[in-house]
């Protein structure tokens, strides 16, 4: 049984969808710095905020760091180049280039500064014949495993062969993996 007589409603909306979010502008736009970003009056509110939300600060990506937690912002360019480390302490910062090499000779402690969430980056190590203890130092460390020596040290492989070591950052934790033994 039918009731009642069916009826075409026509809708049109007005609106278009924005193609950018909003809060990654100011009025349309960029933000004219960090702290215009962080205003209290002015800025993107607090309940507007989220982690890695993309904001354009004078032609500049950024993001939230943590959302509500902290009002960090961090850059979101990545340098991809290499850094040749030297010594045995060496300082691996991160926004000089997330990838870096070096040659072992001796045990070797390398302190990476400066990394952010999201991060990944390669390390090449040329051995000596002799086998050295590498650590890594600065942040909390969980190694794979295959390349698993001690707590923050790794395997090295010695005679003169290559390793490599691949990292990711999860805003907690350096996780490592590697294989060791190229041949140069």
Known sequence: MKIGTPTAI??????????????RFNNGEPWASIEAVLDTTNGIPMISRARYLPVNIMGVEWWFKA???????VHESVNESIQYLDGLIPVW???????????LRGNTTITMVNVTGGKSGNLTVINATAVY???FAGNTNKIS???????????????????IFSYYYD????NWNGTNGYKP
Request: charge should be negative; glycine fraction near 6%.
């Open 10 to 23: 026509p809708i049109q909306m007005n609106a278009q969808w924005p193609s950018v979010d909003a809060r």
């Open 67 to 73: 959302d509500l937690v902290s009002l960090e912002l």
């Open 93 to 103: 910062d991160i926004t000089l280039g997330i990838h870096a090499a070096i040659i």
């Open 133 to 135: 203890t590498l650590t």
């Open 145 to 163: 495993p295959s390349v698993y020596k001690a707590d923050n040290q790794v395997i090295t492989s010695g005679l003169g062969l290559k390793d």
């Open 171 to 174: 805003d907690w934790t350096l």
